[in-house]
């Protein structure tokens, strides 16, 4: 079965910090784009990282240079590390994975997603 499962979601106190993984079954993460996403309460899906099978990257502006996306290719994982999170970081993120494309922050173009997870920021 094609999947990826999310974990490490939760909730956390300004300044803090969080590792979100994603563990692919089913196929090589290696060989596809990878995407963090996240929906914030009342808001859109939105793309805020991702990174090509070429080690190209590319962060939102409102993420760059507190979040870092990569992969491990031993455990077929896929990773957002979280530092200085903030309040307005509060959503649900969502780890996506497609092929035949660079990086890319619309969801159209990936074919596998995980489930989702919560993400709290607040005193």
């Known amino acids: 079965q094609l999947q990826l499962v999310e974990s490490g979601g939760g909730l956390v106190q300004p300044g803090g910090s969080l590792r979100l993984s994603c563990a692919a079954s089913?196929?090589?993460?290696?060989?596809?784009?990878i995407g963090w996403f996240r929906q914030a309460p009342g808001k859109e899906r939105e793309g805020i990282a991702s990174?090509?099978?070429?080690?190209?990257?590319y962060y939102a502006d409102s993420v760059g240079g507190r979040f870092t996306i990569g992969r491990d290719g031993a455990k077929n994982t896929m990773y957002l590390q979280m530092d200085n999170l903030k309040p307005e970081d509060t959503g649900v993120y969502y780890c996506?994975?497609?092929?035949?494309?660079?990086?890319?922050?619309?969801?159209?173009?990936?074919?596998?997603w995980g489930q989702g997870t919560q993400v709290t920021v607040s005193v």
């Open positions: 089913g196929f090589t993460l290696d060989h596809y784009t």
């Open positions: 996506a994975a497609g092929a035949g494309f660079g990086i890319a922050t619309m969801a159209t173009p990936y074919d596998y």
């Open positions: 990174s090509s099978s070429d080690g190209d990257t």
